[in-house]
Protein backbone atom coordinates (compact mmCIF):
# COMPACT_ATOMS: atom_id res chain seq x y z
CA UNK A 1 0.00 0.00 0.00
CA UNK A 2 2.57 2.61 1.14
CA UNK A 3 4.09 1.95 -2.29
CA UNK A 4 0.87 2.76 -4.52
CA UNK A 5 0.99 5.65 -2.39
CA UNK A 6 4.68 6.27 -3.08
CA UNK A 7 3.69 5.90 -7.07
CA UNK A 8 0.25 8.12 -6.96
CA UNK A 9 2.37 10.69 -4.88
CA UNK A 10 5.06 10.89 -7.81
CA UNK A 11 2.60 10.69 -10.82
CA UNK A 12 0.57 14.00 -8.92
CA UNK A 13 3.81 15.43 -8.39
CA UNK A 14 5.24 15.20 -12.41
CA UNK A 15 1.58 15.82 -13.97
CA UNK A 16 1.49 19.10 -11.26
CA UNK A 17 5.66 19.96 -12.14
CA UNK A 18 5.77 22.25 -15.64
CA UNK A 19 8.67 21.74 -17.68
CA UNK A 20 9.51 25.33 -16.86
CA UNK A 21 9.62 24.71 -13.38
CA UNK A 22 11.89 21.31 -13.50
CA UNK A 23 14.34 23.25 -15.52
CA UNK A 24 14.04 26.21 -12.81
CA UNK A 25 15.63 23.65 -10.54
CA UNK A 26 18.09 22.41 -12.46
CA UNK A 27 21.26 24.71 -11.17
CA UNK A 28 21.06 26.90 -8.95
CA UNK A 29 21.86 30.13 -11.07
CA UNK A 30 18.06 31.69 -11.93
CA UNK A 31 17.00 34.02 -14.24
CA UNK A 32 16.16 36.15 -11.11
CA UNK A 33 19.58 36.00 -10.37
CA UNK A 34 20.87 37.52 -13.99
CA UNK A 35 17.81 40.94 -13.93
CA UNK A 36 19.67 41.53 -10.19
CA UNK A 37 22.88 41.35 -11.84
CA UNK A 38 21.48 43.55 -15.01
CA UNK A 39 19.98 46.04 -12.21
CA UNK A 40 23.30 46.57 -10.22
CA UNK A 41 25.33 47.80 -13.65
CA UNK A 42 21.96 49.76 -14.59
CA UNK A 43 21.98 51.27 -11.48
CA UNK A 44 25.85 51.93 -11.52
CA UNK A 45 24.83 53.73 -15.01
CA UNK A 46 22.01 55.85 -13.86
CA UNK A 47 24.21 57.03 -10.88
CA UNK A 48 27.39 58.14 -12.41
CA UNK A 49 27.07 58.63 -16.04
CA UNK A 50 22.56 59.13 -16.71
CA UNK A 51 22.48 60.67 -19.96
CA UNK A 52 25.36 59.41 -21.91
CA UNK A 53 26.58 56.84 -24.19
CA UNK A 54 28.12 54.23 -21.50
CA UNK A 55 30.06 54.17 -17.60
CA UNK A 56 33.48 54.04 -17.15
CA UNK A 57 32.65 51.20 -14.26
CA UNK A 58 36.86 51.47 -12.78
CA UNK A 59 37.18 55.38 -13.07
CA UNK A 60 32.96 55.95 -12.47
CA UNK A 61 32.85 58.64 -15.66
CA UNK A 62 30.70 58.65 -18.02
CA UNK A 63 31.78 58.37 -21.41
CA UNK A 64 30.59 59.25 -24.89
CA UNK A 65 31.45 57.63 -28.12
CA UNK A 66 31.60 60.97 -30.53
CA UNK A 67 32.47 63.73 -27.58
CA UNK A 68 28.29 64.37 -27.51
CA UNK A 69 26.37 61.41 -26.49
CA UNK A 70 23.60 59.50 -28.30
CA UNK A 71 22.47 57.28 -25.73
CA UNK A 72 23.78 54.22 -26.63
CA UNK A 73 23.56 52.57 -22.97
CA UNK A 74 19.81 53.28 -22.14
CA UNK A 75 18.46 52.53 -26.16
CA UNK A 76 20.31 49.31 -25.80
CA UNK A 77 19.18 48.35 -22.74
CA UNK A 78 15.33 49.05 -23.15
CA UNK A 79 14.00 46.14 -24.71
CA UNK A 80 16.06 44.06 -22.15
CA UNK A 81 14.39 46.06 -19.34
CA UNK A 82 11.50 45.12 -21.26
CA UNK A 83 11.66 41.75 -21.47
CA UNK A 84 12.84 41.66 -17.74
CA UNK A 85 9.91 42.95 -16.29
CA UNK A 86 11.64 46.00 -15.23
CA UNK A 87 8.58 48.57 -15.37
CA UNK A 88 10.26 51.54 -13.49
CA UNK A 89 13.52 51.08 -15.22
CA UNK A 90 12.49 51.14 -19.13
CA UNK A 91 9.94 54.14 -18.15
CA UNK A 92 12.97 56.06 -17.11
CA UNK A 93 15.09 54.84 -19.66
CA UNK A 94 12.04 55.58 -22.17
CA UNK A 95 11.80 59.46 -20.66
CA UNK A 96 15.31 60.19 -21.13
CA UNK A 97 15.38 59.09 -24.46
CA UNK A 98 12.35 60.86 -25.48
CA UNK A 99 13.67 64.32 -23.83
CA UNK A 100 17.35 63.79 -24.92
CA UNK A 101 17.82 61.65 -28.01
CA UNK A 102 18.59 63.57 -30.49
CA UNK A 103 20.43 63.14 -33.79
CA UNK A 104 20.77 66.50 -35.42
CA UNK A 105 24.60 66.41 -34.64
CA UNK A 106 27.33 68.08 -35.78
CA UNK A 107 29.40 64.29 -35.87
CA UNK A 108 30.39 61.61 -38.09
CA UNK A 109 29.43 58.44 -36.83
CA UNK A 110 30.10 55.00 -38.14
CA UNK A 111 26.91 53.66 -39.78
CA UNK A 112 27.24 50.04 -38.57
CA UNK A 113 27.56 50.81 -34.89
CA UNK A 114 24.83 53.08 -35.18
CA UNK A 115 22.82 51.24 -37.03
CA UNK A 116 22.32 47.63 -34.90
CA UNK A 117 22.65 49.47 -31.46
CA UNK A 118 20.48 52.85 -32.22
CA UNK A 119 18.39 51.71 -35.08
CA UNK A 120 17.91 48.35 -33.72
CA UNK A 121 17.33 49.31 -30.24
CA UNK A 122 14.58 51.70 -31.73
CA UNK A 123 12.75 49.29 -33.84
CA UNK A 124 12.69 46.73 -31.46
CA UNK A 125 11.65 49.29 -28.56
CA UNK A 126 8.84 50.47 -31.28
CA UNK A 127 8.19 46.86 -31.69
CA UNK A 128 7.41 45.98 -27.53
CA UNK A 129 6.06 49.40 -26.31
CA UNK A 130 4.11 50.40 -28.96
CA UNK A 131 5.32 54.26 -28.38
CA UNK A 132 5.41 56.11 -31.83
CA UNK A 133 8.13 57.95 -31.15
CA UNK A 134 10.08 55.82 -30.70
CA UNK A 135 9.48 54.65 -35.23
CA UNK A 136 9.83 58.41 -35.43
CA UNK A 137 13.41 58.77 -33.99
CA UNK A 138 14.25 55.39 -36.24
CA UNK A 139 12.76 57.17 -39.20
CA UNK A 140 15.15 60.20 -38.52
CA UNK A 141 18.22 58.45 -37.76
CA UNK A 142 17.42 55.90 -41.47
CA UNK A 143 17.34 59.27 -43.35
CA UNK A 144 20.97 60.64 -42.31
CA UNK A 145 22.46 57.00 -42.09
CA UNK A 146 21.16 56.59 -46.02
CA UNK A 147 23.87 58.21 -47.71
CA UNK A 148 26.29 56.24 -47.31
CA UNK A 149 25.23 54.05 -50.08
CA UNK A 150 26.05 56.87 -52.39
CA UNK A 151 28.91 54.59 -53.59
CA UNK A 152 29.62 54.00 -57.32
CA UNK A 153 28.90 50.33 -56.59
CA UNK A 154 25.85 51.47 -53.70
CA UNK A 155 27.68 49.39 -51.24
CA UNK A 156 28.17 51.68 -48.26
CA UNK A 157 30.89 53.98 -46.62
CA UNK A 158 31.79 53.47 -43.34
CA UNK A 159 30.90 56.52 -41.70
CA UNK A 160 28.70 59.63 -42.22
CA UNK A 161 27.82 63.00 -41.00
CA UNK A 162 24.63 63.22 -38.92
CA UNK A 163 23.77 67.01 -40.70
CA UNK A 164 25.78 67.33 -43.64
CA UNK A 165 25.15 63.63 -44.74
CA UNK A 166 28.98 63.78 -45.86
CA UNK A 167 30.62 60.05 -46.32
CA UNK A 168 33.92 59.19 -46.11
CA UNK A 169 36.50 55.96 -45.00
CA UNK A 170 35.24 54.00 -48.64
CA UNK A 171 37.29 50.80 -47.22
CA UNK A 172 34.76 48.96 -45.75
CA UNK A 173 34.58 44.89 -44.37
CA UNK A 174 31.37 42.41 -45.17
CA UNK A 175 30.48 42.96 -41.48
CA UNK A 176 29.79 46.93 -41.87
CA UNK A 177 28.66 46.39 -45.28
CA UNK A 178 26.14 43.17 -44.79
CA UNK A 179 24.65 43.71 -41.39
CA UNK A 180 22.31 46.38 -42.44
CA UNK A 181 19.03 44.52 -43.94
CA UNK A 182 17.48 43.40 -40.81
CA UNK A 183 17.08 46.94 -39.56
CA UNK A 184 17.01 49.41 -42.76
CA UNK A 185 14.37 46.24 -43.98
CA UNK A 186 12.28 46.64 -40.97
CA UNK A 187 12.35 50.62 -41.24
CA UNK A 188 11.12 50.56 -44.28
CA UNK A 189 7.85 47.66 -43.24
CA UNK A 190 7.15 49.63 -40.42
CA UNK A 191 7.35 53.26 -42.19
CA UNK A 192 6.27 51.96 -45.54
CA UNK A 193 9.10 53.69 -47.63
CA UNK A 194 11.25 51.04 -49.10
CA UNK A 195 14.11 52.57 -50.09
CA UNK A 196 15.54 51.63 -46.62
CA UNK A 197 15.19 48.04 -48.02
CA UNK A 198 16.27 48.51 -51.23
CA UNK A 199 19.53 50.46 -50.31
CA UNK A 200 20.71 47.86 -47.75
CA UNK A 201 19.48 45.04 -49.91
CA UNK A 202 21.51 45.94 -52.95
CA UNK A 203 24.74 46.58 -50.80
CA UNK A 204 24.25 43.06 -49.58
CA UNK A 205 23.62 42.18 -53.40
CA UNK A 206 26.61 43.94 -54.56
CA UNK A 207 29.22 42.20 -52.12
CA UNK A 208 27.36 38.42 -52.33
CA UNK A 209 28.55 39.69 -56.19
CA UNK A 210 32.12 40.20 -55.88
CA UNK A 211 32.77 36.62 -54.02
CA UNK A 212 35.72 35.09 -55.23
CA UNK A 213 35.01 31.71 -57.31
CA UNK A 214 35.33 29.19 -54.98
CA UNK A 215 32.37 31.42 -53.04
CA UNK A 216 34.29 33.21 -49.98
CA UNK A 217 34.89 36.90 -49.05
CA UNK A 218 37.54 38.85 -48.11
CA UNK A 219 38.11 41.22 -44.88
CA UNK A 220 38.29 44.35 -46.82
CA UNK A 221 36.54 45.61 -49.82
CA UNK A 222 37.07 49.47 -51.82
CA UNK A 223 32.86 50.38 -52.01
CA UNK A 224 34.21 52.84 -54.98
CA UNK A 225 36.14 50.10 -56.97
CA UNK A 226 34.80 47.28 -55.87
CA UNK A 227 38.16 45.73 -55.70
CA UNK A 228 39.04 43.63 -52.37
CA UNK A 229 41.86 45.40 -50.61
CA UNK A 230 42.65 42.35 -48.42
CA UNK A 231 41.68 38.68 -49.53
CA UNK A 232 41.85 36.79 -45.70
CA UNK A 233 38.54 34.74 -45.30
CA UNK A 234 37.40 34.05 -42.09
CA UNK A 235 34.03 34.15 -39.86
CA UNK A 236 35.24 36.72 -37.68
CA UNK A 237 35.65 40.25 -36.33
CA UNK A 238 34.75 42.12 -39.86
CA UNK A 239 32.99 39.22 -41.67
CA UNK A 240 30.86 37.22 -38.69
CA UNK A 241 27.79 39.06 -39.37
CA UNK A 242 27.87 39.23 -43.18
CA UNK A 243 26.17 35.67 -42.95
CA UNK A 244 24.05 36.20 -39.97
CA UNK A 245 22.61 38.41 -42.12
CA UNK A 246 21.88 36.61 -44.93
CA UNK A 247 20.27 33.57 -42.50
CA UNK A 248 18.50 36.05 -40.82
CA UNK A 249 17.38 38.11 -43.94
CA UNK A 250 15.89 35.12 -45.26
CA UNK A 251 14.11 34.13 -41.96
CA UNK A 252 12.62 37.40 -41.14
CA UNK A 253 11.46 39.20 -44.69
CA UNK A 254 11.18 35.22 -46.66
CA UNK A 255 13.75 37.04 -49.37
CA UNK A 256 14.39 34.20 -51.28
CA UNK A 257 17.39 35.51 -52.71
CA UNK A 258 18.74 36.22 -49.26
CA UNK A 259 17.83 32.32 -48.88
CA UNK A 260 20.47 31.31 -51.94
CA UNK A 261 22.92 33.24 -50.84
CA UNK A 262 23.44 32.33 -47.46
CA UNK A 263 23.03 28.44 -48.37
CA UNK A 264 26.07 29.01 -51.30
CA UNK A 265 27.44 31.06 -48.60
CA UNK A 266 27.58 28.15 -46.04
CA UNK A 267 28.70 25.77 -48.34
CA UNK A 268 31.98 27.60 -49.01
CA UNK A 269 32.37 28.75 -45.35
CA UNK A 270 31.71 25.18 -43.85
CA UNK A 271 34.14 23.66 -46.85
CA UNK A 272 37.11 25.97 -46.80
CA UNK A 273 37.15 27.66 -43.58
CA UNK A 274 36.06 24.97 -40.99
CA UNK A 275 38.58 23.18 -39.14
CA UNK A 276 38.64 19.97 -37.15
CA UNK A 277 41.61 19.18 -35.48
CA UNK A 278 42.86 17.12 -32.45
CA UNK A 279 41.94 20.25 -30.04
CA UNK A 280 38.42 20.39 -31.30
CA UNK A 281 36.42 21.80 -34.81
CA UNK A 282 37.22 25.47 -35.32
CA UNK A 283 37.08 28.08 -37.56
CA UNK A 284 40.16 29.90 -39.19
CA UNK A 285 41.26 31.73 -41.68
CA UNK A 286 42.04 30.90 -45.23
CA UNK A 287 42.95 32.93 -48.87
CA UNK A 288 39.45 33.81 -50.26
CA UNK A 289 40.89 32.66 -53.85
CA UNK A 290 42.11 29.26 -53.40
CA UNK A 291 41.11 28.48 -49.80
CA UNK A 292 43.94 27.82 -48.23
CA UNK A 293 44.87 27.78 -44.88
CA UNK A 294 46.71 31.19 -43.78
CA UNK A 295 45.74 31.15 -39.65
CA UNK A 296 44.58 28.90 -37.11
CA UNK A 297 42.80 31.79 -34.84
CA UNK A 298 39.53 31.55 -33.10
CA UNK A 299 37.77 34.30 -30.40
CA UNK A 300 34.90 35.05 -28.73
CA UNK A 301 33.14 37.00 -32.02
CA UNK A 302 33.42 33.93 -34.05
CA UNK A 303 31.77 31.83 -30.78
CA UNK A 304 28.37 33.20 -32.88
CA UNK A 305 28.64 30.56 -35.28
CA UNK A 306 27.05 27.78 -33.57
CA UNK A 307 24.23 30.01 -33.23
CA UNK A 308 24.03 30.36 -36.67
CA UNK A 309 24.54 26.56 -37.82
CA UNK A 310 21.56 25.91 -35.22
CA UNK A 311 19.76 28.57 -37.84
CA UNK A 312 20.62 26.47 -40.63
CA UNK A 313 19.76 23.14 -39.21
CA UNK A 314 23.20 22.27 -39.12
CA UNK A 315 22.74 21.06 -35.84
CA UNK A 316 25.54 18.30 -35.44
CA UNK A 317 27.92 21.05 -36.30
CA UNK A 318 26.79 23.75 -33.83
CA UNK A 319 27.74 21.47 -30.91
CA UNK A 320 30.40 20.62 -32.20
CA UNK A 321 31.46 24.35 -32.76
CA UNK A 322 30.27 25.29 -29.24
CA UNK A 323 32.21 22.61 -27.40
CA UNK A 324 35.59 24.28 -28.91
CA UNK A 325 34.02 27.69 -28.08
CA UNK A 326 33.19 26.18 -24.20
CA UNK A 327 36.99 24.88 -24.29
CA UNK A 328 38.27 28.24 -24.89
CA UNK A 329 36.35 29.87 -22.03
CA UNK A 330 37.64 26.73 -19.29
CA UNK A 331 41.09 28.01 -20.43
CA UNK A 332 41.24 30.39 -17.73
CA UNK A 333 37.70 30.42 -16.97
CA UNK A 334 36.70 33.71 -18.80
CA UNK A 335 37.13 33.62 -22.70
CA UNK A 336 39.96 35.58 -24.69
CA UNK A 337 39.12 37.53 -27.20
CA UNK A 338 41.92 35.04 -29.37
CA UNK A 339 43.56 32.26 -29.24
CA UNK A 340 45.72 29.55 -31.92
CA UNK A 341 43.82 26.84 -31.59
CA UNK A 342 46.53 24.77 -32.68
CA UNK A 343 48.63 25.40 -30.22
CA UNK A 344 45.87 26.53 -27.83
CA UNK A 345 47.77 29.82 -27.12
CA UNK A 346 46.14 33.25 -26.09
CA UNK A 347 46.84 35.31 -29.33
CA UNK A 348 44.91 38.58 -27.35
CA UNK A 349 44.37 38.32 -23.85
CA UNK A 350 41.40 40.55 -23.36
CA UNK A 351 37.65 39.72 -22.54
CA UNK A 352 35.01 42.91 -23.48
CA UNK A 353 32.33 41.53 -21.84
CA UNK A 354 30.96 39.43 -24.85
CA UNK A 355 28.06 37.76 -25.25
CA UNK A 356 28.33 35.04 -28.24
CA UNK A 357 29.36 32.06 -26.44
CA UNK A 358 25.85 32.34 -24.34
CA UNK A 359 23.80 33.73 -27.60
CA UNK A 360 25.11 29.94 -28.92
CA UNK A 361 24.11 28.14 -25.77
CA UNK A 362 20.71 30.14 -25.84
CA UNK A 363 19.96 28.73 -29.56
CA UNK A 364 21.45 25.46 -28.67
CA UNK A 365 19.11 25.04 -25.66
CA UNK A 366 16.06 25.94 -27.59
CA UNK A 367 16.90 23.65 -30.36
CA UNK A 368 17.91 20.48 -28.56
CA UNK A 369 16.39 21.09 -25.51
CA UNK A 370 19.88 19.45 -23.68
CA UNK A 371 20.02 21.00 -20.30
CA UNK A 372 24.03 20.92 -20.89
CA UNK A 373 23.69 24.73 -22.29
CA UNK A 374 21.73 26.02 -19.27
CA UNK A 375 24.94 24.74 -17.06
CA UNK A 376 27.22 26.50 -19.58
CA UNK A 377 25.10 29.29 -18.83
CA UNK A 378 25.03 28.78 -14.91
CA UNK A 379 29.32 28.70 -15.60
CA UNK A 380 29.81 31.36 -17.59
CA UNK A 381 27.25 33.38 -14.87
CA UNK A 382 29.07 32.37 -11.97
CA UNK A 383 32.89 33.49 -13.63
CA UNK A 384 31.25 37.05 -15.14
CA UNK A 385 29.93 37.76 -11.20
CA UNK A 386 34.19 36.42 -9.89
CA UNK A 387 36.01 38.24 -12.34
CA UNK A 388 33.96 41.16 -13.80
CA UNK A 389 31.55 42.70 -10.99
CA UNK A 390 32.28 45.67 -9.62
CA UNK A 391 30.55 48.11 -6.73
CA UNK A 392 29.13 49.85 -9.81
CA UNK A 393 28.54 47.42 -12.47
CA UNK A 394 30.95 44.92 -14.68
CA UNK A 395 34.29 45.67 -16.04
CA UNK A 396 36.02 44.58 -18.93
CA UNK A 397 39.22 42.51 -19.09
CA UNK A 398 42.86 43.55 -19.49
CA UNK A 399 44.09 39.80 -19.50
CA UNK A 400 41.92 36.65 -18.68
CA UNK A 401 44.85 35.57 -17.56
CA UNK A 402 45.61 37.27 -14.98
CA UNK A 403 42.37 38.99 -14.78
CA UNK A 404 43.15 42.55 -14.54
CA UNK A 405 40.45 45.09 -15.18
CA UNK A 406 39.72 47.25 -17.98
CA UNK A 407 37.59 50.57 -17.62
CA UNK A 408 34.83 49.79 -20.44
CA UNK A 409 31.68 48.52 -20.02
CA UNK A 410 30.44 48.43 -23.35
CA UNK A 411 26.25 48.84 -24.11
CA UNK A 412 26.54 45.29 -25.50
CA UNK A 413 26.77 44.10 -22.08
CA UNK A 414 23.12 45.18 -21.67
CA UNK A 415 21.78 44.43 -24.66
CA UNK A 416 23.13 41.34 -24.94
CA UNK A 417 25.53 39.81 -22.29
CA UNK A 418 22.80 39.60 -19.99
CA UNK A 419 19.65 39.11 -22.07
CA UNK A 420 21.12 36.02 -23.87
CA UNK A 421 21.82 34.87 -20.01
CA UNK A 422 18.32 35.66 -18.92
CA UNK A 423 16.52 34.12 -21.86
CA UNK A 424 18.65 31.01 -21.16
CA UNK A 425 18.29 30.51 -17.57
CA UNK A 426 14.13 32.11 -17.91
CA UNK A 427 12.11 28.79 -17.43
CA UNK A 428 8.81 30.79 -18.39
CA UNK A 429 10.51 31.56 -21.97
CA UNK A 430 9.56 34.92 -21.84
CA UNK A 431 10.35 35.34 -25.67
CA UNK A 432 10.60 32.18 -28.17
CA UNK A 433 13.52 32.05 -31.01
CA UNK A 434 10.16 31.12 -33.03
CA UNK A 435 8.39 34.46 -32.85
CA UNK A 436 11.64 36.95 -33.31
CA UNK A 437 14.69 37.49 -35.18
CA UNK A 438 17.29 39.04 -33.05
CA UNK A 439 19.61 42.00 -34.84
CA UNK A 440 23.37 41.37 -34.19
CA UNK A 441 23.00 43.28 -30.95
CA UNK A 442 20.13 40.88 -29.68
CA UNK A 443 17.08 43.61 -30.23
CA UNK A 444 14.22 41.21 -31.06
CA UNK A 445 12.50 42.04 -34.12
CA UNK A 446 9.11 40.89 -34.90
CA UNK A 447 7.05 40.25 -38.54
CA UNK A 448 4.54 42.58 -37.78
CA UNK A 449 3.71 43.61 -40.85
Not at 290 to 305: I, P, Q, V
Amino acid sequence: MRNIFFVLAITFACVATSIAQIRSKLGTITSEMVKEEFLHAWNGYKQYAWGHDALKPLTKQPHDWYGTSLLMTPVDAFDTMVLMGLKKESEEAKKLIFDSLSFNKNIDVQCFEVTIRLLGGLLSAYQLDGDKRFLILAEDLGKRLLPVFNSPTGMPYRYVHLQTRAVQKPNNNPAEIGTLLIEFGTLSKLTGDSIYYQKAKNALVQLYNRRSPIGLVGSWINVETGKWTNTSSHVGGGIDSYYEYLVKAWILFGDKECKTMADESMKAINLYVADSIRSGFWYGQVDMNTGKRTGTTFGSLEAFMPALLCLTNDISRAKKVQQSCYTMWNLYNIEPEEINYATMNVTSKEYVLRPEIIESAYYLYHYTGDVQYCKIGEKIYRDLVHYCRNDVGYASLKNVITKEKSDEMESFFFAETMKYLYLLLEPSGTLSLDSVVFNTEAHPIRKTW
